[in-house]
């Protein structure tokens, strides 16, 4: 079956500590999407890719690092310079760089500092 | 800077009500709008998606309106059930030429109960 996957379903960070949110699509979509959701509040966009080795910065980008070396592969760093990184994190594909195509979503991360 | 706000935040009702739920954006130019369901600690399934040529759209029980000019959109959901309990959000994308102008922008839920 298609789709996408997330892991871990739970993640823990300690403070000053990066973490590295995974998430791989078999869709064959060409672009790929990191959200972060926050109690009670809609989704907002880190990242984004439109195409393999090209990804460009969302509205909350600061903190955050990403990569995307394959097309299936689309990982998230979640590093020590994000000062509130407690949140529930979604990652999503669509078959071209716009959302008249809809999207797929993975079934979430949820990071805790602790 | 596009803003889609959606009202009620949450929502009871009896199993069997029809019920219609409300989203509303400030800036016309979109690309469509979709309506997305999604479950507790889950990711987001969508539902209906609008194109900004389009007024409604249907699948099975539910029904999507569109009316770009006054930035509004409602989903109705007919006859409900206590499956259909879930939080319910509206997205919207902008009409820009380039695909990163067409992000999707995201209200912030309506959380609907419905009671058996």
């Known amino acids: 079956d298609g789709g996408i996957t997330q892991s871990p379903k739970y993640l823990f960070r300690k403070e000053g500590q990066n973490v590295t949110l995974s998430c791989e699509q078999n869709?064959?979509?060409?672009?790929m999407y990191w959200y972060r959701q926050d109690p009670g509040q809609g989704l907002r966009l880190i990242y984004y890719?439109?195409?393999?080795?090209?990804?460009q910065k969302g509205d909350i980008a600061e903190g955050y690092s990403v990569s995307r070396e394959k097309k299936e592969s689309f990982p998230l760093t979640v590093t020590s310079a994000q000062k509130n990184p407690t949140a529930f994190y979604l990652c999503?594909?669509?078959?071209?760089?716009?959302?008249?195509?809809?999207?797929?979503f993975g079934s979430g991360t949820r990071l805790t500092v602790v | 800077k596009q803003e889609v706000t959606q009202i009620p935040a949450a929502l009871s009702v009896p199993e069997g009500e029809n019920l219609v739920l409300n989203c509303s954006f400030t800036?016309?130019?979109?690309?469509?709008l979709q309506w997305f369901r999604q479950d507790p600690g889950k990711g987001l399934t969508s539902l209906l998606l609008i194109q900004s040529s389009q007024r409604e759209q249907t699948s099975g029980r539910l029904n999507a309106s569109l009316d770009k000019s006054s930035g509004r959109s409602t989903l109705y959901i007919a006859a409900s059930q206590p499956g259909d309990s879930a939080t319910y959000l509206c997205?919207?994308?902008?009409?820009?030429?380039?695909?990163?102008?067409?992000?999707?922008?995201f209200g912030s839920g309506t959380q609907l109960t419905v009671l058996p």
């Open positions: 890719s439109h195409i393999v080795n090209d990804f």
């Open positions: 997205a919207v994308s902008g009409s820009g030429g380039s695909g990163s102008a067409r992000q999707l922008t």
């Open positions: 869709l064959n979509h060409d672009a």
């Open positions: 999503a594909s669509s078959t071209q760089g716009g959302a008249g195509y809809g999207y797929t």
């Open positions: 800036d016309s130019a979109i690309y469509n």
